[in-house]
């Protein structure tokens, strides 16, 4: 995952919410989404509580 | 006239002044090279000044009684300490002294003249950061959501820096804010320079540091000499500084120009560490929301999706339904055709039958009835060639050795039989003659 500003992972979550919430996604389309919105949930929170390179760390694999 | 020695001059000087001078003047005159001395007296110049030019200025003492009075009341109504560069309004009393010179005893400082005064510089300075276009200027940055990188400009010994960090790392959420302090001086003469001198540093390094906000904090303490945040030059380098800045200066009067021009100002470190630490749960509750709607929109697009299947299925189902009647129908139609068919079939051939029946019982009836006849005939025959008929009509039968005559070969000497109804004749044949 790239590194993203809470400004940005926010208005992404908006953006997934907007496209959810049309419901005219498939269901495919609708369980990557969800995967997307979740990660950024849990990038959010990691970073909350931590310094960035911390956060580089913890996402390197992903 | 002969000549005076300096005494006599100096005393008719004295002598002059007292004289012509009333005992007290109230004068309007700027503080400067302001000193205490270790005795506790207080010396400095009252200065008059046209712009950058002096124009006239005279050597002041404020004796230790006086002063403790004097600055206490001057504190208590101004907040502030008397200082260079300040304006003030002294009773004074013009003194000539031999050999010091002319100097002046200030008897009482008139602290409401300075507050004026200095309320006239503080509007002054906000007139000109308002024309200049500096005094909203670092508010025109949109905060991030989460404050999270930020240099603090404060003092690193200050009861209010320690606080401050300590409620930023102590969080009980668990945040993790990324601070670094850029030491300054927060009061004093030197404070503007030092604080100018951070704010440069933290400029410099921006950069790589990438901080979102500066924040200034000044906790505890007196709440005296905050003169330095009413400073043009800070103010303007608040203003005009690249990301936003916060204060939390801590004190009771009315706002400092440094509040007035910062992007957000509060009260007190505290606040200011709690207006951060907030901006990171409301962030983390919107994360929470965002993860409801999701799971909501998520079910819903799932029950949605399910339905649609649900009535697929049961579409196919009542289409395949209604293909069976429909097959189940026509079977149905065929096998009554069939059966109809096969009934009129068997109609057909049981009248035939009854036909063919009755032909052959006419046809039995009527040969029964030609063989009656027949046998009547015949019995008529039969009775008319019955040999005791033919015999009674004068005809016999006569046969040699059991065999009608005429079969037999009759020689001469055979015995013949001769039948009549009525008897039997033996006879010996004498002669044959051939036809």
Not at chain 2, 222 to 237: I, N, P, T, V
Request: hydrophobic share 40%; glycine share 6%.
């Amino acid at each position: 995952m790239k590194e993203q500003s809470y400004t940005e992972a926010m208005a992404r979550l908006e953006n997934i919410l907007g496209q959810l919430e049309e419901g005219n996604k498939s269901v495919d389309e609708l369980s990557a989404l969800v995967k997307e919105a979740a990660e950024l949930v849990k990038y959010c929170r990691a970073k909350l509580r931590s310094t960035e390179s911390d956060i580089q760390e913890a996402f390197q694999d992903i | 006239m002969s000549p005076l020695s300096i005494s006599q001059l100096t005393e008719q000087i004295r002598l002059t002044l007292e004289n012509e001078l009333e005992p007290v003047y109230w004068v309007v005159g700027e503080l400067a090279d302001f000193r205490q001395a270790p005795q506790g007296h207080v010396y400095f110049e009252l200065v008059e000044k046209q712009g950058n030019q002096v124009l006239a200025k005279i050597r002041s003492n404020l004796w230790q009684f006086t002063y403790r009075s004097v600055a206490a009341k001057f504190e208590s109504v101004t907040g502030t300490s008397l200082k260079n560069g300040m304006k003030v309004l002294a009773q004074v009393a013009v003194n000539y002294h031999p050999v010091y010179g002319l100097s002046i005893n200030v008897k009482d400082i008139d602290p409401s003249f300075s507050l004026g005064e200095r309320a006239r510089i503080r509007q002054e300075t906000i007139n000109r950061l308002t024309q200049e276009g500096l005094l909203r200027l670092n508010a025109r940055f949109e905060l991030p959501p989460v404050v999270q990188r930020i240099a603090i400009v404060s003092s690193a010994t200050a009861a209010g820096y320690g606080d401050f960090v300590n409620q930023l790392d102590q969080n009980r959420y668990g945040y993790r804010v990324d601070h670094r302090l850029f030491p300054s001086l927060m009061q004093g003469n030197e404070a503007v320079a030092s604080l100018l001198s951070a704010l440069e540093k933290i400029k410099a390094e921006q950069e790589v540091s990438r901080l979102d906000a500066v924040v200034i904090i000044r906790g505890g303490g007196a709440q005296l000499d905050l003169d330095c945040f009413d400073d043009y030059r800070l103010a303007a380098a608040i203003a005009d500084f690249p990301v936003p800045i916060f204060t939390g200066i801590g004190h009771e009067r009315d706002e400092t120009i440094a509040d007035l021009v910062a992007h957000t100002r509060l009260k007190t470190p505290t606040a200011v560490a709690e207006f951060l630490l907030s901006g990171f749960r409301e962030f983390e509750e919107n994360l929470g929301m965002v993860l409801q709607r999701l799971d909501r929109s998520t079910r819903q697009q799932l029950r949605e999706e399910e339905n649609r299947i649900h009535q697929f299925a049961l579409r196919a189902k009542a289409l395949a339904n209604n293909r069976v009647s429909l097959e189940g129908e026509s079977i149905r139609n065929r096998m009554s055709r069939i059966e109809s068919a096969a009934k009129g079939l068997l109609k057909i051939q049981s009248l035939n039958l009854a036909s063919v029946e009755k032909g052959i019982k006419s046809s039995s009836a009527s040969f029964l009835h030609k063989q009656q006849e027949r046998l009547e005939n015949r019995e008529a025959l039969l009775r008319q060639l019955d040999p005791e008929s033919i015999l009674r009509r004068g005809y016999t039968r006569t046969e040699l050795g059991g065999i009608p005559v005429h079969l037999a070969k009759p020689a001469s000497g055979d015995e013949l039989l001769t039948i009549t109804p009525d008897s039997r004749i033996k006879s010996t044949i004498i002669q044959i003659d051939k036809k």
